[in-house]
């Protein structure tokens, strides 16, 4: 079986400078650059569509076997998809401003 060419691959500046503008996971990014959606990823990975969808919404971490055949799926290196345990659940949350020291809050 031939490994298929695409046109993005990780560690290359277009890929960085894409993947900081992205709104999701690296999970996600990848695999919307690979073309496919959550089921086929979940069926060519041998996971649940449900775990891929958790994934994807950063509300867990993926185990080192998913993280891999993920990974294999998408042509990527399994620390492309993955975040840092200090990150997890980082991606998703919206933007709230510090307040300033001294500023009045609600009590």
């Given at each position: 079986?031939?490994?298929?060419?695409?046109?993005?691959?990780?560690?290359?500046?277009?890929?960085?400078?894409?993947?900081?503008?992205?709104e999701?996971?690296?999970?996600s990014?990848?695999?919307?650059?690979?073309?496919?959606?959550?089921?086929?990823?979940?069926?060519?990975?041998?996971?649940?569509?449900?775990?891929?969808?958790?994934?994807?919404?950063?509300?867990?971490?993926?185990?080192?076997?998913e993280?891999a055949?993920m990974?294999?799926?998408?042509?990527?290196?399994?620390?492309?998809?993955?975040?840092g345990?200090?990150?997890?659940?980082?991606?998703?949350?919206?933007?709230?401003?510090?307040?300033?020291?001294?500023?009045?809050?609600?009590?």
């Amino acid at each position: 079986m031939e490994k298929p060419t695409y046109d993005l691959w990780p560690d290359t500046l277009e890929a960085n400078e894409m993947l900081a503008e992205w709104e999701g996971t690296p999970l996600s990014f990848w695999r919307e650059q690979r073309g496919l959606t959550q089921q086929e990823l979940a069926d060519s990975s041998g996971m649940e569509l449900l775990r891929v969808q958790l994934l994807e919404l950063d509300t867990e971490k993926a185990e080192p076997e998913e993280a891999a055949a993920m990974a294999k799926v998408l042509s990527v290196d399994a620390s492309d998809i993955q975040l840092g345990d200090d990150m997890i659940g980082e991606t998703m949350l919206p933007y709230e401003p510090k307040k300033k020291e001294g500023s009045q809050s609600d009590e």
